[in-house]
């Protein structure tokens, strides 16, 4: 019976490879939770979680070469349950039984917030409404500067500029945004990231405007799954990436060509106006 269960326990290890092993809080009440935590977390040979009820940590233990941390927590909460690096969409949560409502944390601090005395707020107010009206303005803010950087073939200034937009990503609040498109910034958060480290990383305009392309079609679907505070022009060059073509958004109507700049400024057109 003893070598059996041996060779049980070996073989259950032996199901994840590359194993890499995190401690992560994820929030949660109840066996319920436990059940809905765990299986969304689990991904046969690749991704499983134990979790714990009254301290509120899993172990996540998962494949680290085919999957991350950030992917498993991810699934977690759009299964409905807040953690250390994801807050689940709202119609999420909702969905989960009466005995799983747990005490978010983090939207209990939104309410109190809200509820501050306007005097408190001072200068602040003025300077926060845009952002809390629209929490991805300073993204998309970031994203044109590094767009008219490469307009201009200035790779200084775009490094400069991509460098920003990594910040403001990281900054996003997710909490704030609205349900579908706190799910699409979730499946293109990593993405974004990706590029725009790639964009600041480098001064050269070609592998910049490579990775802007990537970075608009991302920066598209997240704008076009909510309601910007401003126009945007989503644009397009058939001639781009070797007649491929290649789209980027604007924050004006005309054309100002950032895969070619001075070469064919206004090469191209606006596909789309989303308001």
Same mark, same amino acid.
């Given at each position: 019976m003893a070598a059996v &269960? =041996? &060779? #049980?326990? /070996? =073989? =259950?290890?032996?199901?994840?490879?590359? /194993? #890499?092993?995190?401690?992560?809080?994820?929030?949660? #009440?109840? @066996?319920?939770?436990?059940?809905?935590?765990?299986?969304? @977390?689990?991904? !046969? %040979? /690749?991704?499983? @979680?134990?979790?714990d009820k009254d301290t509120k940590m899993a172990q996540v233990t998962y494949d680290n070469k085919k999957t991350s941390i950030d992917a498993v927590l991810k699934k977690v909460? &759009? *299964?409905? $349950?807040? %953690?250390?690096? $994801? &807050?689940?969409?709202?119609? *999420?949560y909702g969905k989960l039984e009466d005995c799983c409502k747990y005490e978010r944390a983090v939207k209990k601090d939104a309410v109190a917030q809200k509820k501050m005395p306007e005097h408190q707020h001072g200068a602040m107010a003025s300077t926060d409404k845009d952002a809390a009206a629209d929490p991805l303005k300073p993204v998309l803010d970031a994203y044109y500067a590094v767009k008219d950087a490469l307009v201009n073939s200035d790779g200084n200034a775009a490094s400069t500029n991509a460098t920003s937009l990594v910040k403001a990503i990281k900054a996003v609040k997710m909490d704030q945004l609205a349900s579908e498109q706190h799910m699409i910034w979730m499946k293109v958060m990593k993405d974004l990231d990706f590029d725009a480290d790639h964009i600041a990383e480098t001064k050269d305009t070609g592998h910049q405007r490579?990775?802007?392309?990537? =970075? #608009?079609? %991302?920066?598209?679907?997240? /704008?076009?799954?909510?309601?910007?505070?401003?126009?945007?022009? $989503?644009?397009?060059?058939?001639?781009?990436?070797?007649? !491929?073509?290649?789209n980027w958004l604007s924050q004006i109507p005309a054309i100002k060509n950032p895969y070619y700049g001075a070469q064919m400024l206004n090469c191209g057109k606006t596909t789309e106006t989303i308001k």
């Open positions: &269960l =041996l &060779l #049980s326990s /070996i =073989l =259950l290890k032996a199901e994840i490879k590359n /194993i #890499s092993t995190d401690n992560v809080k994820i929030a949660g #009440s109840c @066996a319920l939770c436990k059940e809905g935590i765990e299986t969304a @977390a689990f991904e !046969k %040979n /690749i991704s499983k @979680a134990s979790w909460a &759009l *299964a409905g $349950y807040d %953690n250390d690096r $994801y &807050l689940a969409p709202d119609d *999420a490579d990775h802007f392309s990537s =970075l #608009s079609d %991302n920066m598209y679907k997240v /704008i076009k799954s909510g309601k910007p505070s401003e126009t945007v022009y $989503y644009q397009h060059c058939p001639m781009a990436k070797e007649g !491929k073509g290649a």
